[in-house]
């Protein structure tokens, strides 16, 4: 099930996200942003996002278990400003391959229409094979591809998907 993200998912969600940044991402970005400290800033970061409410957070709750974050909204990129963005989508290794991201994507995707969206977005790193695999199953072609500095040093694509 989808549903808002609440104040007391703030935990679970954290430890999913860095969980996957451990899992996924160790051998191509910054190995600062995998260690102790660098989870603390991230769950930290996250947490005050959380807050703000800039983005639309949703989590997929099974089972009453929260095993996946969505975090979509309005894009940052300048070149792109009519695009909605898709920040997150992550999942607990438990929710991988059930077709879990797909319906986070799939209701990212129905939110940016709703709100007049005609062009989706989603950055991955390049080296993450298996997301990039995702995003093209789903639609989503590369637009460009770019070195991002620190704090992250590491290639990422941007992928585009008109709706």
Known sequence: MIRPLREHDYGAVTEIV???????YAGFVNPALLDEAGCRQRAAQLEREFRL????????EDAGRVLGLLSAGETADRDRPE???????????EARGRGTGGLLLNYAEQ???VRGYREALVWAFRENRSALRFYEKHGYRTDRTA???EPYRAWGVRLIKAL
Not at 53 to 60: F, G, I, Q
């Open 18 to 24: 860095n969980g996957c940044w451990r899992s996924l």
């Open 53 to 60: 409410e800039r983005l639309a957070e949703y989590v997929w």
């Open 83 to 93: 695009a909605f963005e898709i920040w997150r989508v992550y999942l607990a290794p």
């Open 111 to 113: 939110l940016a229409r």
């Open 147 to 149: 070195y991002l500095k």
